[in-house]
């Protein structure tokens, strides 16, 4: 039983860093919708707005982590491209190469053509919004109470930035499967 | 417009959710522009153009100018409207229809069609 480093690493990408977003997400969600003045009591407002600032800066520098990890480490993996003496064409000569190994055969090409453009891409909108809501978290702070309009923006915001980062993730975890940078 | 009571203006927030809905547009621009245009793939490698990675290939310039426009915008939007109090609900629209659109721009579909035909 054993890792290789690159699998390690997309396990620190994918499960530690998609874990911790999962629990920042859930815990935002909560404070976010919870926040209403006749809720909760001047004591608690104190209280779950620093659970809410924890929760919200959390999933933004974890969104950051995740893309940049994601973009800069695994990806090249991903993408590497075989010498030219391998036979693109032939499966058995690409378990390094995955992106050619998924183009390879055409029961999973579309898990390049459409599952991993679209994950590489639409991942990177997920930290910009969550850094919004971040950032309006911080700003406002025990004021956010008062400001229902902000409050309700910042759940759309956060739920786009957590389905942006739940495509991703789901599309890496199949891709993972079905082609496992190794 | 004037903040509620004890309150302070929301100028900075609008900032913040419009800046978001420039990087994800930029975004969604750059996956297009990268498919129509061969000399636009080019510019877009940054990591063999300014040793930004090694093998991104173009998302290293799709990515990084996506997130220096929105670095840029929210800079320039939170000088604009810093201290004001603006109308969020308009903001906020704004800042969907800029979302939507990188969101729309960056699925596959959509993007390929502006693919050169082969």
């Known amino acids: 039983m054993e890792l290789t480093d690159r699998e ?21 969600l909560a404070g976010l919708w919870s926040l209403g003045e006749r809720l909760v009591t001047p004591e608690g407002v104190v ?6 600032l924890i929760g919200t800066w959390v999933m933004a520098i974890v969104a950051w982590l995740t893309v940049l ?5 695994a990806y090249p993996w991903y993408r590497a491209a075989p010498p030219e003496a391998v036979d693109t064409t032939d499966p058995s000569q690409l378990a390094e190469y995955p992106r050619y190994l998924l183009l390879a055969q055409e029961k999973t090409a579309q898990w390049h053509e459409f599952g991993m453009e679209w994950k590489e891409h639409v991942a990177w909108i997920a ?26 923006a910042a759940l759309v915001f956060f739920t786009l930035a957590f389905l942006a980062a739940g495509i991703a993730g789901l599309f890496g975890a199949f891709i993972t499967k079905a082609a496992p940078v190794a | 417009m004037t903040a509620p009571a004890e309150t302070k203006p929301n100028g900075p927030v ?21 498919e129509m245009s061969e000399d636009i793939n080019q510019f877009l490698r940054f990591d063999e153009n300014y040793g930004l990675g090694s093998g991104v290939g173009p998302l290293s310039g799709k990515v990084t100018l996506g997130v ?49 035909a082969e």
């Open chain 1, 8 to 28: 390690l690493y997309t396990v620190l990408h994918g499960l530690v860093l998609g874990t911790l977003f999962l629990l920042a997400f859930a815990g935002g």
């Open chain 1, 47 to 52: 209280e779950r707005t620093r659970r809410l």
């Open chain 1, 69 to 73: 990890t994601g973009t800069f480490i």
């Open chain 1, 127 to 152: 930290p910009m919004l969550a850094t919004a809501v971040a950032f309006a978290v911080a700003y406002y702070g025990v004021q956010l109470i008062r400001r229902g309009e902000i409050r309700r």
């Open chain 2, 14 to 34: 609008a900032a913040a959710f419009l800046a978001a809905g420039v990087g994800s547009l930029v975004l969604g621009l750059f996956v297009v522009l990268n």
């Open chain 2, 68 to 116: 220096i426009a929105y670095f840029v915008s929210w800079i320039v939007l939170h000088v604009a409207l810093r201290g004001r109090e603006v109308n969020f609900r308009n903001a906020f629209v704004a800042s969907l229809v800029l979302v939507g659109l990188g969101f729309a721009l960056t699925f596959p579909p959509i993007f390929m069609l502006f693919a050169p």
